[in-house]
């Protein structure tokens, strides 16, 4: 609220400029007052996900609704131990194993999304090739598909080729959909660094590949973290490619997830502990590199 | 010599070659079974030339689809923008807790989107959710959201606004940095007013931002599907039924996938057509 005093305290030489805006205005309060209000609203269902993870069923459906309350954990056990998958009921969605399912596609897509784009990156920040103004089509179109325009016609081809509803499928998917805009950050990143260091590395008698691995490589490491946090984040959080190329074997959690609280089933509380289980990890790596994310995020965005 | 013309490609052999396979293959598949009736169920597969998209240019539901899909579009990007600039401009000033709050708003967008819309669903209840509960406070008798004609659908909205404003906020913030304090300073002390500023300085200057989110937004907002699909599964009736949610309707309720790769190629051209006319109608002025 003191904006304008602070404004002036740490600039004298604006202090001229500021003691017009001294007063706050009212259209500053009411941002602020706004702002309160969004801080809240942001708060809410986050709050609400972490109450329902430590309700049991009745506790679940009081009304007025509950905030202060007896805690348990009943459902985060029932997440993990057989015996209490049974005594709630969902036996037939094995969690862990979904778990896994999220963990091994967002891992090895990643991976191999980060295998085949670096090469690539490196190759259209290093040399002058033709194919730049194909490379940006491409990546706008598989940014402006819809998933479920591809996830139709690879229901249809996956079952042809006998790999539905496998973790491969899903992998080489994830990985093929993750790879053009992978590649855009990555370009930008190699760009950054200065090619004096590699031309010196080229007279030293590294090949090209050497330069990209002995020289490039350590100086993008945030960026390739932060590339590699971010395909992992699309892959973690589809549900679509997920929802139409599984049935059994290679569910993810989005879908399984989402299966917990349908007609047949209402198990908000068990919902509510893999739905913090599964954000966590996910919100807290994408919190740590946030700076690199949003930089990725709103590079191509502001400067495109 | 063959061999030092190709030798720069050969870093993309392996992801063309994958995009090919993953992307490229399939779209072509879709185009050519969207001239098809395939249908799983009755197993054919002839082609019929245009059937399916003269079919879906005269069917009242695609339309109906067209409308809600727009719809959700407008309202949801409509208030997230309002939202997202108002939160930019203000976080661009300097003031405690700058970064603390900056990073608190981006937490939505880091959630799984299915996550998010059920734990809405929950506080949408009719009988024990939080929503009517808060709002009974303020006297306003009890909704069922959700499961509401009038209601479901700005109840969607509202959940793509929880979760997308700070995309939004975060886009136009990088925006307004990169506008050069400097400017702002010369235009404050020679005594314009905030608006004008706004209006002849900040506002130009922001407008590759703009864009940018804009286009971003519109992309994902008119393919919306999970949030729906988890929460109204496109109802009450077809209330929420978006144009993602109706292929998906005609290809696995209906089994209808020639029909429904047609309604899927429309809706791309659709988005296409959007990032288009943005492009062409708020081209940034030469500087």
């Known amino acids: 609220m003191d904006m304008a005093a602070t404004l002036a305290e740490r600039h004298p030489a604006r202090e001229q400029a500021a003691s017009r805006q001294r007063k706050p205005s009212l259209l500053l309060i009411l941002g602020f007052v706004g702002l309160g209000v969004y801080l809240v609203w942001t708060a809410l269902p986050i709050l609400w996900l972490v109450l329902m993870s430590l309700k049991n069923p009745t506790q679940q459906f009081e009304n007025p609704p509950l905030f202060i309350f007896p805690p348990t954990l009943d459902n985060y056990k029932a997440m993990f131990s057989a015996e209490y998958q049974e005594a709630a009921g969902i036996a037939g969605l094995d969690l862990p194993r979904l778990l896994r399912n999220s963990v091994v596609a967002g891992v090895v897509s990643t991976a191999l999304a980060m295998a085949l784009a670096i090469p690539a990156a490196h190759a259209l920040a290093r040399q002058r090739l033709r194919i730049h103004g194909w490379f940006i089509a491409i990546m706008l179109f598989t940014r402006m598909l819809p998933p479920l325009s591809l996830a139709l016609p690879l229901f249809l081809i996956s079952r042809e080729l006998h790999v539905f509803d496998s973790l491969p499928l899903l992998i080489i998917v994830y990985a093929a959909v993750n790879l053009p805009f992978a590649m855009y950050m990555l370009i930008g990143f190699f760009e950054a660094v200065p090619l004096e260091i590699e031309e010196a590395g080229m007279l030293d008698g590294l090949s090209r590949f050497g330069c990209l691995v002995r020289l490039a490589l350590p100086l993008v490491l945030p960026g390739l973290a932060a590339t590699a946090i971010l395909s992992i984040w699309v892959t973690w959080t589809d549900y679509q490619f997920a929802l139409v190329l599984t049935t059994q074997a290679a569910v993810t959690m989005p879908v399984g997830i989402s299966q917990l609280v349908s007609q047949y089933s209402q198990l908000w509380g068990v919902f509510g502990a893999a739905g913090i289980v599964y954000a966590v990890p996910v919100v807290a790596f994408c919190l740590i590199a946030q700076r690199y994310l949003v930089t990725g995020l709103t590079m191509g965005a502001v400067k495109g | 010599m063959q061999r030092s013309r190709l030798g720069p490609y050969a870093a993309f052999y392996a992801p063309g070659l994958l995009l090919l396979l993953v992307v490229g293959y399939p779209i072509g598949y879709a185009i050519w079974t969207s001239f ?38 407008i309202g949801s990007i409509a208030i997230e923008f309002a939202i997202g600039l108002g939160l930019a401009l203000l976080l661009n000033r300097e003031m405690r807790f700058r970064g603390l709050i ?19 669903r929950f506080m949408f209840d009719a009988e024990f959710g939080i929503v009517n509960w808060i709002f009974s406070i303020f006297r306003i008798p009890p909704q069922t959201w959700l499961g509401s004609g009038q209601l479901a659908l700005p109840s969607l909205i509202a959940i793509d606004v929880w979760q997308q404003t700070g995309m939004v906020f975060v886009i136009l913030l990088a925006g307004l940095q990169m506008i050069p304090k400097e400017y702002l300073e010369a235009a404050s002390i020679d005594g314009a007013e905030k608006w004008t500023l ?18 971003y937004r519109t992309m994902f907002a008119l393919r919306a599907f999970d949030i729906i699909w988890v929460t ?14 109706y292929m998906y309707q005609i290809g696995f309720n209906q089994f209808n996938l020639g029909y429904a790769n047609a309604v899927s190629l429309l809706l791309l051209v659709l988005i296409i057509l959007f990032a288009a006319i943005y492009l062409v109608v708020l081209k940034p002025e030469p500087a």
């Open chain 2, 36 to 73: 098809t009736n395939l249908n799983l169920v009755r197993n054919t597969g002839t082609f019929v030339g245009l059937q399916n998209y003269a079919r879906a240019l005269t069917d009242p539901t695609f339309w109906h689809a067209m409308r809600v899909t727009i719809a959700f579009a």
């Open chain 2, 232 to 245: 109204t599964n496109g109802g009450p009736g077809t209330a929420t039924q978006t144009l993602s949610v």
């Open chain 2, 102 to 120: 900056r990073t608190y708003i981006l937490i939505p967008m880091f959630f799984a989107p299915v996550v998010v819309a059920i734990v809405w």
């Open chain 2, 198 to 215: 706004f209006r002849t300085i900040t506002w130009p200057l922001l407008r590759p931002a703009v864009i940018a989110a804009l286009i």
